[in-house]
């Protein structure tokens, strides 16, 4: 459980700080800071210190646990509490809850609660943070840029779907990664591997797309020597091969019905059989799904298990295709010359060549827009991109929009009227499902519950 989150040992014993700061050592937690005087520590919060968690003993000379509870939840409410006492009333606890405190725990407290209680606090934590991403105007910086390094933009869209990547990296949960072809799901999923406690160990991509099902279980689960014909030797499966760490199913909504149910039970048990042996193997494995596919709706044509679909979804990002993201074009353009080995950094390309790149609509997102540069590099001949290059590689599939008469065009409607009629018209294809309209039309949920009820939808 390995967490850079800073926290505050509060207690006026210095052997049960000691004992305890070596448990969280244990647990994979650096950023520790321990304070034998309740007053000290008060002072701290009020000078505007900060701390992610703090672990506070009951009864202390000068300041009970109780007051410094008070002035913590004041002075820092961003600071998750838990309280630690000698004695198991049931009545103290509950107070402690009522507030503010997140979690009571009684002493010696075992390193088992201390885990358990510390795993739910950063979980509610992560969530708290992922609702102030979608809150705030812009997200905060990231705390681990390094991972998400190979990922170039300047999009306030991307910067967010990466700092909620980020949050997600830090806590075990399944992440469902969704976008069209080519948007760069691979590339998020190896960033989150990258930015969690499991970088060191195994990142293993599957496309399950390309996966045949009467292979699925060897694949995946291995095999005893002699499981089948052909069988001469015993082998591991992917399950095997990426204990400890990250498993990525790439386009799993290619995935057979009757397989699914094979996966589920590895995800819901965190165990599997290996073929030719009935002995238990388990599985430490973080999971990261990828898909184009509208899940939800194959989930309405029977066509995926709902069950499959949550246990997957636990985290889910999405990622917004390049054409909604064109402020990235210029900078990936410039990544790519860089990577692209036949240029010798220096390739160029020409402001009007750039342009039409920035106006394509891109149906295959980014990869499309390294094979143009890559081939377009090659006609150059070692001189710049020019537009007439581009509009050769692009433009017989550009469609530019034909002039109308002005005799024949329709009578002009105000941006209200083709808001409503938009906002409709995605209402009633969804079946009138809220969340799903707000989460395609890319608005809040409250937003789209007041225009509804404007519109007499509520």
Same mark, same amino acid.
Do not use: W
């Given at each position: ?60 000379? &000068? ?12 002075? !820092? ?22 507030? &503010? ?120 689960? &291995? ?46 048990? &965190? ?182 009820? !404007?519109?007499?939808?509520?």
């Amino acid at each position: 459980m390995q967490s850079d989150a800073k926290i505050l040992l509060i207690d006026d014993d210095p052997d049960f700080l000691e004992i305890f700061k070596k448990k969280l050592d244990g647990l994979g937690f650096s950023q520790i800071q321990i304070v034998d005087d309740a007053v000290e520590a008060a002072a701290m919060f009020e000078s505007e210190h900060f701390f992610d968690i703090a672990f506070i003993d009951m009864t202390m000379p &000068g300041m009970s646990g109780m007051e410094l509870l008070e002035i913590i939840k004041r002075s !820092s409410p961003g600071t998750e509490c838990i309280m630690i006492t000698a004695v198991n009333d049931a009545r103290v606890a509950v107070e402690c809850l009522n507030m &503010g405190a997140y979690d009571y725990l009684v002493k010696p407290a075992p390193r088992e609660s201390v885990a358990i209680s510390l795993k739910r606090v950063l979980e509610k934590k992560r969530l708290l943070d992922i609702l102030d991403i979608e809150k705030s105007g812009s997200p905060p910086a990231l705390k681990n840029p390094r991972a998400f390094q190979s990922i170039v933009t300047r999009s306030s869209r991307m910067l967010k779907v990466l700092k909620e990547a980020e949050l997600h990296a830090g806590s075990d949960i399944p992440v469902l990664i969704t976008g069209e072809s080519g948007s760069g799901k691979e590339l998020l999923a190896r960033a989150i591997h990258a930015a969690s406690s499991r970088k060191n160990k195994p990142f293993t991509p599957v496309n399950m797309a390309s996966l045949a099902p009467g292979l699925f279980e060897a694949e995946f689960f &291995g095999h005893t020597k002699g499981a089948f014909t052909g069988a001469d030797k015993s082998r591991g499966g992917y399950l095997e091969r990426t204990h400890g760490g990250a498993l990525f199913l790439d386009e799993i909504g290619d995935m057979a019905l009757d397989l699914q149910g094979k996966l589920l039970r590895v995800l819901q048990e &965190g165990e599997y059989f290996k073929l030719g042996t009935s002995s238990r193997s388990r599985a430490d494995i973080r999971f990261i799904a990828a898909t184009n596919k509208d899940i939800e709706n194959m989930i309405s044509r029977k066509e995926f298990r709902m069950d499959l679909y949550y246990r997957l979804r636990g985290g889910r990002l999405h990622l917004p295709p390049l054409r909604e993201r064109r402020e990235d074009i210029p900078l990936l353009v410039d990544m790519i010359f860089r990577d692209f080995e036949e240029c010798g950094g220096m390739c160029g390309i020409d402001d009007d060549a750039l342009g039409e790149l920035v106006m394509y609509e891109f149906p295959g997102n980014i990869r499309e827009l390294v094979s143009i540069i890559q081939s377009t590099v090659n006609l150059a001949q070692g001189k710049s991109i020019s537009k007439s290059l581009i509009q050769d590689r692009i433009g017989h599939r550009k469609s530019a929009p034909e002039k109308t008469p002005v005799s024949t065009l329709e009578p002009a409607v105000t941006l209200a009227q083709a808001e409503k009629s938009h906002i409709l018209k995605v209402y009633h294809r969804t079946g009138k499902n809220k969340s799903k309209t707000a989460r395609l039309l890319d608005i809040g949920l409250n937003t789209l519950r007041r225009k509804l009820k !404007s519109y007499g939808e509520a």
